[in-house]
């Protein structure tokens, strides 16, 4: 049974910056691509940001305008998701996601289960 652990979430005002973690237990997790998936408050599952199993290569969103790096420690089965200049609407629950293909969407043609989220609020 996969089991994937975000945290690092919480309450930041605009501007802030939030450094979240995926921790995966997951055999053989340096043969994953992984993925950050967000939902906001009244919408659906939109795609943030994914990365090759290697850690090399990152594809992200549009919207994020270059605030947000994905990252992976391989060694420690993790990921991270580093976000700065944090806009209300990044306020979300944050999941992180394995998957077997290597894409700049969401959903990948296949992917694994994810956890309870890292919920992120951005108010004054």
């Known amino acids: 049974q996969a089991q994937l652990v975000e945290s690092g979430g919480g309450l930041v005002q605009p501007g802030g910056s939030l450094r979240l973690s995926c921790a995966a237990s997951i055999p053989t997790f340096n043969k994953y691509y992984m993925y950050w998936v967000r939902q906001a408050p009244g919408k659906g599952l939109e795609w943030v940001a994914s990365?090759?199993?290697?850690?090399?290569?990152?594809y992200y969103s549009d919207s994020l305008e270059g605030r947000f790096t994905i990252s992976r420690d391989n060694a420690a089965n993790r990921i991270f998701l580093q976000m700065n200049g944090l806009k209300p609407d990044d306020t979300a629950v944050y999941y992180c996601?394995?998957?077997?293909?290597?894409?700049?969407?969401?959903?990948?043609?296949?992917?694994?289960?994810w956890g309870q989220g890292a919920r992120v609020t951005v108010s004054s």
């Open positions: 996601v394995a998957a077997t293909d290597f894409v700049r969407t969401w959903p990948p043609p296949a992917f694994g289960s």
């Open positions: 990365i090759n199993d290697a850690g090399g290569r990152t």
